[in-house]
């Protein structure tokens, strides 16, 4: 009997939200039967609606809409609209990924209604309280049936925090199934030549996380880097809506004047640019891994990572936010002085399939 067969008699609801996620359920819904439900967190064509067709994920089943707001906003509207899909559709099981505010919106309507619920990407934590991200991943893993662990750090966490091993599934990175699934597509663009750029030639970069870009010191401190960095070689920011807006209402305009500027990309036309450049500079958690995966080197602009995988296994690297130390490492790449790094275990495209086993 096939995966898809065997999990029918579940009814289970895969939620998504935000842009994120939809790398994480894409590869799901090839190998199980249920229900989309988007909650809409993100809701522009290049935050969301692109992914499901480059992924080709089946069109939600319901999109509750909620839309950006404050946390404690954005995470009630969901729980509001959530509940009423669960009390009409009454799943056996709502499965979550990643960290973001509807992970734990829709764990936490899940469970006081007596469903069980699955979280994909378990057990990482960055130890940084004022991430958002880490309060969404402590609360959901703590009330989490099931519980898919991407790496050896996170299975150590949970450990470390109580949760019974029964529970507790390391099954890989299921964000390079995605990237293997359209590897060949991806492969197929050319879509750095359309931003003038050439080959092993050019960064990538993406900035969004608050507490690099909602504090004007921080960012501008930031872009000075970058620069002194693009004097070196040319940078193109795929610049995040957040960012976008803050770098208007700082007035920093004039500090983006020598870089590349996108809007936020499509997966394959973004990961095109990931494939063909010569390093990235970012405080994404998911391109941590995805680089680590194309052995591309990675400067990461955080003071700490959820994905410690990367920087002791792959080509990452923790600069923090201080300009001296992202020019001194980005000439480290320039000058050939970079890690090799190794692919991490499960970093393979089966990830899904051992999802799917070990619910069954
Ligand atoms: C969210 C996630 C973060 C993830 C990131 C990826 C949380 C707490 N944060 O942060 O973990 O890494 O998504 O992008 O869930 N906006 C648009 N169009 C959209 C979506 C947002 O213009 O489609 C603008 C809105 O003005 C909004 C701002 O971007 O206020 C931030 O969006 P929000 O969903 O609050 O958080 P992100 O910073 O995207």
Request: net charge neutral; with cysteine.
């Amino acid at each position: 009997m096939s995966s898809i067969e065997r999990l029918t008699k579940m009814k289970i609801i895969n939620v998504v939200g935000a842009r994120p996620n939809f790398m994480k359920v894409g590869p799901l819904m090839k190998v199980m039967d249920a229900l989309i439900v988007h909650t809409g967190q993100h809701y522009d064509e290049n935050m969301s609606g692109s992914f499901f067709r480059d992924l080709e994920i089946p069109k939600p089943d319901y999109n509750l809409g909620v839309g950006s707001g404050s946390h404690a906003v954005q995470t009630a509207k969901i729980m509001i609209k959530f509940e009423k899909v669960c009390l009409k559709e009454r799943p056996d099981l709502v499965l979550v990924v990643g960290d973001v505010n509807s992970t734990i919106a829709c764990a936490l309507v899940a469970v006081k209604l007596g469903i069980k619920v699955a979280h994909v990407e378990a057990g990482l934590r960055s130890f940084d309280r004022t991430m958002p991200e880490e309060i969404n991943r402590i609360l959901t893993d703590s009330i989490s049936d099931y519980l898919f662990v991407t790496e050896q750090s996170g299975m150590d966490n949970l450990k470390n925090e109580g949760i019974p091993d029964d529970k507790v599934f390391f099954v890989g990175d299921i964000m390079i199934d995605s990237l293997l699934s359209v590897l060949d597509k991806i492969k197929d663009k050319e879509t750095f030549k359309k931003y003038g750029l050439e080959k092993e030639n050019y960064v990538v970069s993406t900035l969004h996380r608050p507490s690099n870009v909602d504090n004007k010191e921080v960012l501008s401190r930031i872009l000075d880097a970058f620069e002194h960095v693009q004097k070196k070689i040319k940078i193109v920011l795929a610049l995040h809506p957040r960012t976008k807006k803050n770098i208007e209402k700082f007035g920093l305009n004039e500090k983006i004047k020598n870089i590349v500027i996108t809007e936020p990309l499509d997966y394959i036309n973004f990961m095109n640019l990931v494939l063909n450049c010569k390093f990235l500079l970012t405080d994404s958690g998911s391109i941590q891994s995805e680089s680590t995966y194309l052995g591309k080197p990675c400067i990461t602009i955080r003071e700490n990572t959820e994905r410690p995988v990367t920087i002791t296994e792959g080509t990452n690297v923790l600069v923090g936010t201080d300009c001296k130390k992202i020019i001194e490492m980005s000439e480290k790449i320039l000058n050939g002085q970079w890690k090799k790094g190794s692919i991490p275990k499960f970093y393979d495209g089966h990830t899904a399939e051992r999802i799917v086993e070990a619910l069954k």
